[in-house]
């Protein structure tokens, strides 16, 4: 092996981070060095890049809105991100933005699309400000992962709850007006984190694709469906299989993992696997609103949305929306389900998404 070119990526506010290619004699991986502001090591990944990457969409005003760089949190997991307030005198409704499952920077940067940034332009542009911020397990992957009390309210619920504290302290945002936008696994921890919100931070809470029931029950779905479209070779989908079905075991224990559980932390499994979200929903009070792709093979429609309403049939402060033509990540394709090659090609999620999550929130902010 040796060392290749060498290269200063991108600085946020909380890493200097710098580039350097590993070459081995067939092939060349990029790693990823994290810099802390005394120039010391604080963490490191393989690099990933995906070319092209959607542009922003038409219906961004940079010329609306200003971006502000932000960290949230301290110690040794403070995290980056991005606070966009429409220009004006204020104070304005907020948005904190919660990824899905995996590693995902601030704009949800999945493949060739960035969900969260279409997101975050969009609502700005339409008065509304935005809140998102590198998942920890993005910024801080080594030091989160290696963590032998890593679970789902480490990795999701609590780093959200702490942007609804640090928005307190803006001066142009309107403390009574904080919302969380939650895509997939965010989204089905939603109310997890309305159940921690003890200081009663937030106003309502938008679910974007997220789970009615068990993570391990959509994945399961997930991998037939990929399966079935041969996505998925025989002895992979067989192997997958027998794994997330060990999380349905009753017995299934983080002290005492079944023998050949081989998907990582059980510790972090057994924080997830009973989370249901509909069924947790089903007693709060806050206001939901409940947004799905009809074309979403990872969280599909058919499944999931007869859940939450069955769950949530006796509240009056739930709204739906549908969009026939959508994936996972909200963008357009055509035929009833998606497949995973969708992603490889840049898209932005439409306006109308964003205009329905606008005059969801405003019209609860008068």
């Given at each position: ?12 506010s ?84 919660v ?13 060739a ?21 590198n998942?920890?397990?993005?910024e ?199 497949k ?13 998404v ?13």
């Open positions: 092996m040796e060392i290749g070119e060498v290269t200063q990526k991108e600085t946020n909380v890493h200097t981070n710098v580039e350097i290619k590993l070459v081995f004699e067939q092939f060349t991986v990029p790693l990823l060095i994290k810099l802390d502001p005394s120039g010391k090591i604080d963490d490191f990944q393989l690099s990933m890049s995906f070319s092209p990457v959607a542009e922003r969409p038409s219906y961004s005003k940079p010329e609306s809105f200003v971006d502000k760089e932000v960290v949230v949190g301290s110690g040794a997991f403070p995290l980056p991100g991005t606070l966009s307030v429409p220009k004006g005198k204020g104070p304005f409704p907020v948005v904190i933005l990824q899905g499952s995996g590693a995902t920077d601030q704009d949800e940067t999945a493949f699309l960035k969900p969260f940034r279409d997101l975050a332009e969009g609502l700005a542009s339409k008065g509304i400000a935005v809140l998102r911020y998942k920890r397990t993005y801080h992957g080594l030091k989160t992962q290696s963590s032998p009390f890593y679970t789902v309210d480490k990795e999701t619920t609590d780093d959200a709850l702490l942007v609804t504290h640090f928005l307190k302290n803006e001066p142009l945002i309107d403390k009574n007006q904080i919302y969380i936008l939650g895509h997939s696994q965010g989204g089905m921890m939603l109310p997890k984190m309305i159940e921690k919100d003890q200081n009663q931070n937030i106003a309502g809470a938008i679910v974007m694709g997220g789970p009615a029931r068990t993570i391990q029950d959509v994945v399961l779905d997930q991998f037939e469906y990929l399966f079935s479209i041969g996505a998925m070779k025989p002895d992979e989908y067989k192997f997958y299989k027998s794994q997330f079905e060990l999380l349905n075991d009753p017995n299934f224990s983080s002290q005492n993992p079944p023998k050949g559980f081989y998907l990582g932390s059980a510790v972090f499994w057994d924080s997830i696997r009973k989370v249901k979200a509909a069924e947790m929903s089903k007693e709060q009070k806050t206001p939901l609103l409940i947004i799905q792709g009809e074309r979403d093979y990872q969280v599909q429609s058919k499944i999931e949305i007869p859940l939450w309403k069955e769950q949530l049939k006796e509240r009056d402060n739930v709204d739906y929306r549908l969009y026939p033509k959508l994936n996972h990540f909200f963008t357009e394709g055509d035929g009833e389900l998606s995973p090659d969708e992603y490889y090609s840049p898209a932005n999620i439409p306006e109308y964003i205009n329905d999550i606008a005059t969801w929130v405003q019209g609860r902010s008068k």
